[in-house]
């Protein structure tokens, strides 16, 4: 079985800033795209940053240039840097990993998801 687990969301001030991390365990023989989704309330769960293990990063227009996501491959964690934050980035944030385990099994894992709010 594999797990990610997320932390490090919160309540932030519009203009803050927050780092999420998602660390993933468990049986991993290897690790390809990770990224980060958002879900609104309300509204559907969007991609808001993705990074494949030869470290190619695609953003949601929306965060360009306010986000920076990066990873560790060593300790299998994603990371995500949220500078600039408005109000609209309120949402629940989970992590997702395409990874195989030791025995070739292949995994969509997502995490169990951190909240972020960003409000006066």
């Known amino acids: 079985q594999v797990q990610l687990v997320e932390s490090g969301g919160g309540l932030v001030q519009p203009g803050g800033s927050l780092t999420l991390s998602c660390a993933a365990s468990g049986n991993i023989f290897r690790i390809d795209d990770m990224g980060w989704y958002r879900q609104a309330p309300g509204k559907q769960r969007e991609l808001v940053a993705q990074m494949t293990s030869g470290g190619t990063t695609n953003y949601a227009d929306s965060v360009k240039g306010r986000f920076t996501i990066s990873r560790d491959n060593a300790k299998n964690t994603l990371y995500l840097q949220m500078n600039s934050l408005k109000p609209e980035d309120t949402a629940v944030y989970s992590c997702?990993?395409?990874?195989?385990?030791?025995?070739?099994?292949?995994?969509?894992?997502w995490g169990q998801g951190t909240q972020v709010t960003v409000s006066s």
């Open positions: 997702n990993a395409l990874l195989y385990d030791w025995s070739q099994v292949h995994y969509n894992a």
